[in-house]
């Protein structure tokens, strides 16, 4: 019986597909980036400040920080002692957020419609593996390109998801950055602006360390956001993220050439 004071969404049905929830070979990173570079190719043209934000500030780095300092200004001592090293080097990276800051500020890239959680679930493969489009549109809404490209980054580049507790299973598969960066410019290339292209490493950047600004947050504020399973959860998600953010960065020269 259907409840005329709800509201429904219908969507089509797409027969012979697939997901998928670990890239497992660069040619799948491929497949996605060029479905959601295709997904923002064909809304070029579609005014991205008529949607609403379902996620206000979701990603709005300048924000995040801002929550970050004042997480560290009431948290507990025995959190920040075990934090140290942590918070230290979130304040090392603190020039990737001023970058945001004047992106925005200044309005140096355009606002597009964008998906924002690029994950590659959120891609339908047929049998071959080849894509077929992006799902999970709830999170569509004005953004930049960078939040796109970047989670890409973030979920594709490492073998080992965020919550990897051994480092050293966090690394960076180089054929997957390659991937993403063509399948997307395949799509999208024509589309952005030279200071989008030139934005494209700073991408995950961006992305990863935003992720781990939100994680140790959380860890300093009490665990009160994410959902944990043991104690230090959040701690371990941040170390894992800044891992991944300074091998990132070490591997700029081979990648950004």
């Known amino acids: ?39 923002s190719r064909l809304l070029n043209d579609f005014d991205a400040d008529s949607l609403k934000y379902t996620l206000p500030d ?9 929550q970050f300092k004042s997480a560290i200004k009431n948290a507990a001592v025995d959190r920040l002692d075990k934090a140290a090293v942590e918070i230290k080097q979130i304040e090392k990276y603190e020039d990737i957020a001023e970058t945001y800051r004047q992106l925005v500020e200044e309005k140096k890239i355009p606002l597009r419609v964008i998906h924002h959680d690029t994950k590659i679930n ?62 997307y410019m395949m799509e999208m290339g024509d589309v952005l602006t030279l200071a ?29 956001y994410y959902h944990t399973t043991y104690p230090g959860q959040n701690l371990v998600r941040a170390q894992n993220q800044l891992s991944l953010l300074n091998k990132y960065i070490s591997a700029q020269t081979r990648l950004a050439k």
Not at 5 to 27: A, M
Not at 58 to 66: A, E, I, K, Y
Not at 196 to 211: A, D, N, R, W
């Open 196 to 224: 989008e292209k030139e934005l494209f490493f700073y991408s995950g950047q961006f992305m990863i360390y935003m992720q781990a600004v939100r994680f140790l947050t959380d860890y300093l504020n009490g665990d009160v």
């Open 58 to 66: 979701f990603h709005n780095l300048s924000l995040r920080v801002d």
């Open 122 to 183: 959120n891609v339908l493969f047929d049998a071959d593996d080849k894509g077929l489009c992006v799902i999970d549109l709830d999170t569509v809404m004005p953004g930049y390109f960078i939040s796109d490209v970047g989670d890409m980054m973030r979920t594709y580049l490492s073998p080992a998801n965020e919550e990897e507790r051994d480092l050293a299973k966090v690394f960076i598969q180089e054929d997957n950055f390659t991937a993403i960066y063509k399948g």
């Open 1 to 39: 019986m259907i409840d005329d004071s709800l509201y429904y969404r219908l969507l089509p049905f797409i027969k012979n597909s697939h997901t998928v929830d670990v890239v497992s070979e660069p040619s799948q990173a491929y497949e996605a980036a060029k479905q959601f570079g295709k997904f």
